[in-house]
């Protein structure tokens, strides 16, 4: 128990230095075809191989060397980018009907050095020219490098016509057609519920260490069963509603509630030999919470990189 409550300043903070986020990639469209691709990435991570295995970069092998990479001001970070750039530039894929388009003009948009406490995004933009009367985009990202928050707009229009949370390697056709049909809200609430369970493991300390309390409490297979498939199911359900905007709480309130729930578990289980029924109310709660806490990440990126 004293494992529990000691690692609880790891989750009350907000968005840490060394946590490893989704790229966001922006592709816009203009009606003769011309095509841009933004990339919005920690190129650090990137660069040193940290792939999404790990959630944060100071659980990676290649942790000192990202470290590293973090301080070299933008000429030299560029030079040493290269290499990791032509993988990029093979594995990743974007096509039009089926035919895979030449990406060209690239450039590297590299932040100086500054608060070290926070990650440095890079931006990366690409040109491609979309043949005339292309109904599908395709894409797909390499999946040593993440996860990806894709967007698709059309130029001059404001909002997004396409968004989606994509796992690593995940690939995409998107119709173009204006009345081309979209995933209805059930269909993304379902795809949600499917990324909660992976958020939760092998991911997410925070929610590891609530399921240890709910564990310390009943080692009883069936009742912790019931208590982990609750708080997953929980937590699916506010992270699509967050990230499809239907609620959003500031992380400055999410992230110490957070904490709290993993401290009220520890102190029960200290003070309480016995599971009550009305804990499976209580670990729904805190379902609800997780996922706000990791939809709330996302959204702050999305927002911050349009």
Do not use: C
């Amino acid at each position: 128990m004293g494992l529990i409550l000691g690692m609880l300043g790891l989750n009350a903070a907000p968005l840490r230095a060394h946590e490893l986020i989704p790229t966001i990639v922006d592709i816009e469209i203009a009606e003769d075809g011309a095509t841009t691709l933004a990339l919005s990435v920690n190129l650090e991570a990137m660069i040193a191989g940290i792939g999404p295995q790990h959630d944060d970069t100071d659980n990676a092998p290649q942790a000192d060397q990202y470290e590293g990479f973090r301080i070299l001001p933008p000429a030299e970070l560029q030079v040493v980018f290269g290499a990791t750039e032509r993988a990029l530039h093979e594995e990743l894929i974007l096509d039009a009907d089926g035919l895979r388009l030449g990406l060209i003009d690239g450039e590297a948009l590299i932040p100086e050095v500054g608060d070290i406490t926070t990650a440095r995004t890079t931006r990366l933009t690409y040109h491609a020219d979309l043949p005339a009367g292309t109904a599908r985009l395709g894409w797909q990202y390499p999946a040593e490098f993440g996860a990806t928050v894709l967007r698709l707009r059309r130029a001059g229009g404001e909002a997004p016509f396409y968004a989606e949370l994509l796992t690593p390697g995940e690939r995409v056709d998107i119709e173009l057609a204006e009345n081309a049909p979209r995933a209805s809200a059930g269909q993304t609430l379902l795809r949600y519920i499917k990324l909660g369970f992976d958020h939760i493991l092998p991911k997410g300390l925070d929610h590891v260490l609530f399921i240890i309390g709910l564990f310390l409490l009943s080692t009883r297979l069936r009742p912790l069963v019931v208590q982990v498939t609750t708080f997953t199911l929980a937590h699916s359900v506010t992270l699509a509603m967050g990230l499809l905007g239907w609620i959003t709480i500031p992380g400055s309130i999410v992230e110490p509630l957070i904490a709290l729930s993993i401290i009220f578990v520890a102190v029960e289980n200290i003070f309480t030999q016995q599971l009550h029924r009305w804990r499976q109310i209580i670990v729904f709660g805190f379902g609800l919470l997780h996922g706000l806490g990791f939809a709330g990440v996302l959204r702050e990126l999305t927002v911050s990189s349009g």
